[in-house]
């Protein structure tokens, strides 16, 4: 079975502040898909990385997937309180299993 | 709006019961999923369907059942329910079975207690 470990589990930063979450496995995933999931609702999609070494963009949001595709980080720039959330990192497995999902990183962004 | 339609939103359910949590999809999609979600493991696959006709297992199908009789509906059954199976349920569905050039849509979960 793969397994997804995110880190850290819960952050509280002030808003502006920078930070990184990340998403590791000793698996090898074909893509890994990020999401973002506010209460009482499912989790979006943010975004998906295929390639080792790929970086992608959204507004102030960083992706990167490792360069041997086993971990994956999410930088955020000027965090802003509507960034407060649960992000989920998923990667697709080689298995027929879909996607693994891992446990989340709770953000919360104070004004 | 397209998208995902879950009932009900909540429910309490005593052990030993029987329910089955509807999802409902406007989208098409080929491919329907249910996961259930437990704080500190994250979403774990319960069952999926392909297609219409079809099911497969997930990473813990035990003491549940799905059917695929159309495109639309994808309902999961708890034959005898049990306290373990509290727990905030999410249907997605995907225009194809895995791949990353199909993303999982959800819909807002089900959130039942089981006493």
């Known amino acids: 079975t793969q397994l997804l470990e995110q880190s850290p589990q819960f952050l509280s930063i002030q808003e502006g502040e920078n930070l990184t979450v990340y998403c590791n496995s000793s698996s090898v995933f074909s893509s890994l898909q990020w999401y973002r999931q506010e209460p009482g609702e499912g989790p979006v999609l943010l975004v998906t990385v295929v390639t080792g070494g790929e970086v992608k963009k959204l507004k102030r949001l960083t992706f990167q997937f490792g360069d041997a595709r086993k971990d994956s980080s999410l930088h955020i720039t000027a965090a802003q309180p509507g960034d407060t959330g649960l992000y989920l990192c998923a990667g697709e497995s080689n298995y027929g299993q879909n996607f693994v999902f891992g446990p989340g990183t709770r953000l919360s962004v104070l004004p | 709006i397209a998208g995902i339609t879950q009932a009900p939103t909540s429910q309490i359910l005593a052990a030993g019961r029987r329910m089955t949590l509807r999802c409902t999809q406007d989208?098409?999609?080929?491919?329907m999923y249910w996961y259930r979600q437990d704080l500190g493991l994250g979403l774990r696959l319960i069952h999926y369907?392909?297609?219409?006709?079809?099911?497969g297992k997930g990473e813990v199908p035990d003491g549940y059942s799905v059917s695929r009789a159309n495109t639309d509906d994808f309902p999961l059954t708890l034959a005898s329910a049990v306290p373990s199976q509290t727990s905030v349920y999410f249907c997605?569905?995907?225009?194809?079975?895995?791949?990353?050039?199909?993303?999982?849509?959800f819909g807002n979960g089900t959130r039942l207690t089981v006493t």
């Open positions: 997605a569905s995907s225009d194809s079975f895995g791949g990353y050039n199909s993303p999982l849509h």
């Open positions: 369907s392909n297609t219409a006709g079809t099911t």
């Open positions: 989208m098409r999609h080929n491919a």
